[in-house]
């Protein structure tokens, strides 16, 4: 290769975009709602609790996964079952490696083509970051350099604070980081704070409202990674 190449070759390496892409490690793109929704069953199995899609749809979409725990034990009927030994339990499957994400092949294709653009990836989690780390680590995802921010709210999770936080994090204004939420409340809180939003639903929420949404796509199967790419425009 010559100089000139070489020169061209390395500029390429070291481009930097203005904007983002934010994922939820327990969204669509990840996986990671059906790894949560397979954990949990198995862990109240045990209790002798049967977890099915529509109990979990109710209660465990919108919380923090361990803040989900109590209203799914009470729709369950679960009297006597400690709500402080499942979480104990669920944040124990998820740390030490129990369980595994498998990210779908369109976040992967995302991830390279974001990677080529200089446009930082991250996942934005609503684990205790003990867990979230293991997670990411495990999954293949920390090596392909995908970053992690974990954030925390009370009800709602991600919320307005959570996304305006994982915005500065990546020093970006919100009106250039992509969220892909995979919830209605994930998207509606995003735009509050003027975050641009790509939503992909899943099985679980392709009910959901994403009114709002740049663009909407009702599984990961449907989801177009150039539309995505030609939004990113100054």
Do not use: Y
């Given at each position: 290769m010559s100089n000139k190449d070489e020169?061209?070759?390395?500029?390429?390496?070291?481009?930097i975009s203005p904007f983002a892409v934010i994922v939820e490690?327990?969204?669509?793109?990840?996986?990671?709602?059906?790894?949560?929704?397979?954990t949990l069953k198995k862990l109240l199995k045990k209790e002798k609790l049967t977890l099915n899609?529509?109990?979990f749809i109710r209660h465990a979409l919108g919380p923090a996964p361990l803040e989900a725990v109590p209203a799914l034990i009470e729709a369950l009927d679960g009297e006597g079952v400690?709500?402080?030994?499942?979480?104990a339990a669920l944040l124990e499957a998820l740390t030490s490696g129990e369980v595994e994400l498998a990210p779908t092949p369109a976040l992967r294709k995302l991830i390279e083509a974001c990677k080529k653009q200089g446009v930082p990836v991250t996942a934005v989690s609503c684990l205790p970051v003990e867990a979230a780390a293991a997670i990411l680590q495990k999954s293949?995802?920390?090596?392909?350099g995908v970053q992690l921010q974990t954030v925390?709210?009370?009800?709602a999770c991600p919320g307005k604070k959570d996304w305006t936080e994982v915005c500065h994090g990546l020093s970006r204004m919100p009106h250039r980081c992509f969220a892909l939420v995979s919830t209605g409340a994930a998207c509606h809180a995003a735009l509050s704070v003027d975050l641009r939003v790509i939503a992909v639903a899943d099985e679980f929420t392709s009910a959901q409202d994403f009114g709002g949404a740049e663009a909407v796509f009702e599984s990961v199967a449907d989801f177009d990674l150039a539309d995505l790419l030609a939004r990113m425009t100054v």
């Open positions: 020169k061209k070759a390395d500029a390429g390496t070291h481009v490690l327990e969204g669509a793109l990840t996986g990671g709602r059906r790894m949560l929704f397979e899609e529509v109990t400690s709500t402080d030994k499942m979480q293949g995802l920390e090596e392909a925390k709210s009370a009800s």
